[in-house]
């Protein structure tokens, strides 16, 4: 006599468990390796805007003989400014001869002026790092730890909080998750 089961096809409550169980693993190995690389491009971006901050400040030193600046530059007074306006990168200022810009194209219009960034009401836009922070520009003045000056790019890294000591941005050091370039040793 033959007996006849009627076995229903797909999948057991186990089988459904133990797939879930193998993505879940699986998940857990690609998700870091992914997001590592994520947040190494991330820094890699930020280096390589600041270096073109960097090659735009000297191109600018080099065609006017003066450091570019948010406001005036005074290379007698130790300052830290976030690189927001700046728009001596985009448009002639007046009173420097020999501007031959504009040596900067990554920026903000704001009307018909451009800028390096805006930071307002938690809003960002323009040229700010990959985690939406503006750059800063930290100026060493002249007699600085007995020297010429300085003027070095930073980066807060994602948290946004600014963990270099000025020993540190001076030796061109980054510190926790903050990104560091030295831009000039003499102003």
């Known amino acids: 006599m033959l007996l ?10 186990i089988e459904l468990v133990a797939a879930v169980a193998i993505l879940l693993v699986l998940a857990g ?19 390589t805007d600041m270096r073109h901050v960097a090659e735009a400040f000297n191109t600018y030193r080099a065609d006017t003989g ?11 007074v130790t300052s830290s400014v976030d690189f927001l306006l700046f728009t001596c990168l985009y448009t002639a200022p007046t009173g420097i001869a020999n501007w031959n810009g504009p040596y900067m194209t990554d920026g903000y219009a704001n009307g018909t002026t451009m800028q390096a ?11 700010v790092d990959p985690w939406g922070h503006p750059y800063v520009v930290h100026f ?18 994602p948290d946004g ?27």
Do not use: C, H
């Open 4 to 13: 006849r089961t009627n076995r229903q096809s797909g999948f057991s409550l």
């Open 140 to 157: 060493f003045a002249r007699g600085y730890n007995s020297s010429q000056g300085a003027i070095v790019l930073a980066s807060k890294g």
């Open 66 to 76: 003066t450091w570019p600046a948010n406001g005036t530059f005074d290379p007698t």
């Open 29 to 47: 190995v690609v998700v870091p390796a992914i997001s590592g690389k994520v947040e190494k491009a991330r820094r890699v971006r930020a280096m």
């Open 117 to 127: 960034a805006y930071s307002s009401s938690g809003t960002t836009g323009g040229l």
């Open 161 to 187: 909080a600014a963990d270099a000591t000025a020993t540190q941005l001076w030796g061109g050091q980054s510190a926790d998750d903050d990104l560091v370039m030295m831009v000039t040793r003499k102003l």
